[in-house]
């Protein structure tokens, strides 16, 4: 059974950046499709972006330019660099994977989940 951790969060002011990281405790060459949620308190849960096992990348309208997405096989990581932090990116990240993931941003079809990283950025 696969598991995934985050690390890498923290708090910082609007503006500054901060790269997290997501290890699986297994390869992730078999995953097709990794990716990073977040989920805001009293919010629903948000597709940040994805990337998958040829390296193209989807990512929501509100953090394109701002957040990059990568994944390094041989250390069984994915990452996301997010600069110009806004107050609005605040919430606990998740990474996912999925070995079948055919709709990228259908949630149900990722097979593992991180515990989370808390983000929060200050105004």
């Known amino acids: 059974q696969t598991q995934l951790v985050e690390s890498g969060g923290g708090l910082v002011q609007a503006g500054e950046s901060l790269k997290l990281s997501c290890t699986a405790s297994g390869s992730i060459s078999r995953m097709n499709v990794m990716g990073w949620y977040r989920q805001a308190p009293e919010k629903q849960r948000e597709l940040v972006a994805t990337i998958d096992f040829v390296g193209s990348t989807n990512y929501r309208p509100s953090v394109k330019g701002r957040f990059t997405i990568s994944r390094d096989n041989s250390k069984n990581a994915m990452y996301l660099q997010m600069n110009n932090l806004k107050p609005e990116d605040t919430g606990v990240y998740h990474c996912?994977?999925?070995?079948?993931?055919?709709?990228?941003?259908?949630?149900?079809?990722?097979?593992?989940w991180g515990p989370g990283t808390q983000v929060t950025v200050s105004s």
């Open positions: 996912a994977a999925g070995t079948q993931v055919l709709t990228y941003f259908s949630s149900s079809e990722y097979d593992y």
